[in-house]
């Protein structure tokens, strides 16, 4: 008898310490992954589907924060115009990223959205002023070599794709400025309370900007919109906090990889989205360089897009 509730125990160690942070961090991709099929479903402009995905998350990070015994006042004034400040910055991230969603196909829109890696690693080499060393080279090769069938397939395509591709990549040149400019605030506030405070930075830049592009802001459907908040701030942030603690950056490297997969299969599905095999060849090398981006940047760490 006590052998059998030993056994169990066990089992359930393992389930937990094991399979549930995998099946978390495989989870918390896929739900990102669909962030970018939402933004095309809703029937507002993309800017406004970006103010509600982050409007209406906010109440619920700020419970999470709260819920953790993470701080949402009473932080310095220098961390709150770091936060404000990089809040800012995230709102034109998603806001060029949700543009290019509309121009270009899903897998680029994620695989270029997601470059915040390869670009933090790059502006390592820049602020140390040093040269890449025999680990980094082959990352930025395949980034460039990648980025390079890529870019051409969408220009190729139709000339808005491009334009499309290029959104995407300032959205993660901005997320990597994002991620630089809360290094410091990370430290003293938790991963919720951070999303929280900047998230009210971010919605107003996302509603003047939408305002601005004379985007329609209230829609009709808001099932996309709250499927969106949900899943890319809620349900895949939250995956993802849980499950990187577990990880080395290899293997999250390598979960990645799960949204520009799955981020084709649903542009094939409802878009009629399809890629030759010279666009897996282009998505293979900017892939295995964000991989290898993960593994040889150094801190902090980026964590996969919200």
Same mark, same amino acid.
């Given at each position: *008898?006590?052998?059998?509730?030993? /056994? ?5 160690? /393992?389930?937990?310490?094991? +399979?549930?942070? *995998? ?5 918390? $991709?896929? /739900? ?12 507002? @402009? ?12 906010? %109440? ?18 220098? =961390? ?19 543009? #290019? ?12 959205? $997601?470059?915040?890696?390869? +670009?933090? *690693?790059?502006? @390592? ?7 890449? #060393? ?26 808005? $794709?491009?334009? #499309? ?11 990597? #400025?994002?991620?630089? +400019? ?34 329609? +802001? !209230? ?6 919109? &709250? ?26 490297? &390598? ?18 989205? =399809? ?6 060849? @282009?998505?293979? *090398?900017?892939?295995?360089?964000? !991989? ?6 150094? %801190? ?7």
């Amino acid at each position: *008898m006590w052998l059998e509730a030993c /056994a169990v125990s066990t089992q359930r160690l /393992a389930f937990r310490d094991r +399979i549930l942070p *995998m099946a978390a961090l495989l989870g918390g $991709n896929v /739900a990102l992954a669909l962030g970018p099929w939402l933004v095309r479903l809703s029937d507002t @402009g993309p800017v406004a589907a970006g103010f509600w995905r982050v409007a209406l998350a906010l %109440p619920f990070l700020a419970l999470l924060a709260l819920a953790n015994s993470q701080r949402l006042a009473g932080v310095s004034r220098r =961390t709150t115009l770091a936060v404000l400040l990089g809040g800012a910055l995230f709102g034109f991230d998603i806001a060029s990223w949700h543009i #290019g969603i509309g121009q270009t196909r899903l897998a680029n829109s994620v695989l270029f959205g $997601n470059s915040g890696s390869l +670009i933090l *690693m790059v502006w @390592g080499f820049v602020a140390l002023r040093t040269l890449p #060393g025999g680990r980094e080279w082959p990352a930025i090769l395949a980034a460039l070599g990648g980025s390079a069938i890529l870019l051409g397939r969408s220009l190729e395509i139709d000339q808005s $794709n491009f334009v #499309g591709d290029l959104f995407c990549l300032l959205a993660g040149v901005l997320y990597a #400025g994002y991620l630089l +400019i809360l290094q410091d605030a990370r430290q003293g506030l938790g991963s919720w309370s951070l999303l929280a405070l900047s998230g009210l930075s971010s919605a107003a830049v996302l509603l003047v900007t939408a305002l601005a592009l004379g985007e329609r +802001i !209230v829609p009709g459907d808001w099932t996309p919109l &709250i499927l969106l908040a949900l899943g890319s701030q809620i349900v895949g942030q939250g995956l993802l906090v849980y499950a990187l603690r577990h990880f080395p950056a290899l293997v999250i490297g &390598i979960a990645l990889l799960t949204q520009p997969a799955v981020a084709a299969l649903v542009g094939w599905w409802a878009f009629g989205e =399809t890629l030759v095999p010279l666009d897996y060849l @282009g998505i293979a *090398m900017v892939g295995s360089a964000l !991989v290898l981006a993960r593994v040889v940047a150094p %801190p902090p760490r980026p964590r996969a897009r919200p």
